[in-house]
Structure formats: C-alpha cells, structure tokens
C-alpha cells in the first residue's frame, strides 16, 4: 500500500480505480451517479480521487478515444489508466507498481481486453472457430496457446460455444477452472463465487483452493462454486440463456431476485425496498429498456420507482 497526503495508505486496488474512474470519465463513459457513489463508500477512496485533482494537471488527456474503433478505443484506455495508475503510485509515496498490484481482480477486469458495458451483449468469434456470447457488464482476456485454449473471465457472464480441437478449452474465473469436454456451456461470474451451466455434453470444475478435486457437469445440469469449494450439482433453471434473446424469464421469484437481476443492465443503483423484497413475480420481460420494464411492473403489481437521480432508483409498494 502507498501513501498519499495522509498518514493513512491507500491500497493498491483503491488507486487502480481512481485511474479507471478517470480515464473513463474523461472518455465519457463514466456514470456521475456511479462515480460519487463509488467516492462516498469510504474515506479512502475519496483520497484517492482527492489525489487525483491534485495531479489532474500532469495527468493530460485521452486522445481521440471515443472516435477511434471500439478495440483501439479500449486498448487506448487500458494504456491510459495503466499510466495513470503509475503516476499516483509514485505521488503517493514514490514506489513503482508491484506485481501484486497488476495480478489484483480489480486491475485485472479494469485492463480486459474484451469487455461489455452495463445493458450491452458482444458476440465474438474465437479464433478456433468456436463462438462466445458475452452479456451485460462482463470484462475477459483470451490467452490462446500452443498447448491449451484459455479464456479469463473476470467478472459477468458467458455462453461458449468450443470448437473441435486438440487443445484443452478452458474457462478461469477468480474461482476456480472450467475445463469443457466438447460442449456448449454458461459461466456466470461475480464477486461471491461463479456458475457453471451445462447446455450440451459436459464440463469438469475445479475450485482454486482444491485443485486435485474435480468436479463434473452433464448436460442440464449446474454448479455455483465459490475459490474454497462447491455446493451440490442442481439441476438448471429453465430459460437460464434467455439472455441471449435479450430476455429475462421470472417463474414466481420474489421481487427483491427480479430487481437484482434487472440492475445488472442499467446503469448506476437500482434497489429493492424490503417491504416488497419478497413479493413473488411471473412474467417475460425485454432487457433493452429496463426503465420501460420498471413502468410496465409497477403498473402490473401495485409498485412504483423512486428516482433519487437518473442512476439511482428504488421499486416500493405504490403510495396510497
């Protein structure tokens, strides 16, 4: 950790994010709600930002990031927060970037090569032939190999689709490895743990703290696994990729799930009050308009949405 102004250090990963904030910020691409939010949640992250004013004359722009294709565009961001990351290292106490620090979660998802935005989905074609489907908010490397075929889930969601090759096809998340067996498959990733989907064939698992300990899925079945350990093989949920057609399917969910869900494609904070959290929902909603979904559920169910500002909203039981 370094330090800054204050006797108090600053981690490592609380000034990787000042640099992401900044840089998206000045790309455009910063959510204002989001970036206050993230600056609220603790005295450390608002030194961190507080750092950053200080220097935002050194700092100097991001030059045509948002007019140069969407790879470059990221590639130019990647490269910007990395410098950055390295001038507030050294402003807040002069040592130059650990490995630690690079190999952190969050630096890591922040620097992914392939990456989608809250709300948008990304079709990729692999360079096996094989296809990859990312959804809402998803960041990923591709380390393709001579010896093995490796995709780097960071956090969000994937449908893969392998190819046939000699290669080992495997998916890393925080959590553990996914190896495929000549299948079709879903990961979902977040910050507690991971899940496996099995769509067709097969896939075996390994947790990151038992390696040795293998894990395997068949076809309709799934797996959530956490870096320590897995929990019991269930069965998977119908519509588990109605994603891919820009649908979310709720059969009897309570409120609290369906909100948490929808959140993951809109921008900024959208809660759940607890007085309905557990009102139970069925339906079939779009996910490219999540506003018009909220309208459409609250019209529907007694309910309305309470917004504190464009990115930060509330679903509660309709004022009488």
Known sequence: ????????????????????????????????????????????????????RRMDGQLGAIPAALAMPALQAAQQRRRAAAKVLAMLVAAGGGIALGQAGLQSAPWQAWTASLRTAPGQRRHVTLADGGRMEMNTDS??????????????????????????????????TPHGVIRALGTRFGVRCDAQGSTVSVFEHAVEVRCAARPDAVRRLEAGQQLRFSASGSEDVLAMPAHQDSWLRGMLVAADWPLQQLVQELARYRRGRLACDAGVARRPVTGTYRLDDIDAVLESLCASHGLQVTYFTRYWATVSARAT
Do not use: N
């Open 139 to 172: 960041a990923l490397d591709v380390a393709y190999g001579a010896t093995h075929r490796r995709i780097r889930l960071h956090h969000g969601e994937i449908m893969i689709t392998t190819a046939s090759d000699a290669r080992p096809f495997l998916v890393d």
């Open 1 to 52: 950790m370094f330090g800054a102004s204050s006797s108090t250090p600053i981690a490592r990963k609380v000034l990787a994010a000042a640099a992401h904030w900044h840089v998206e910020l000045q790309c455009g691409g910063a959510d204002p709600a989001a970036l206050q939010a993230w600056r609220d949640a603790s005295a450390e992250h608002e030194q961190a930002w507080e750092l950053l």
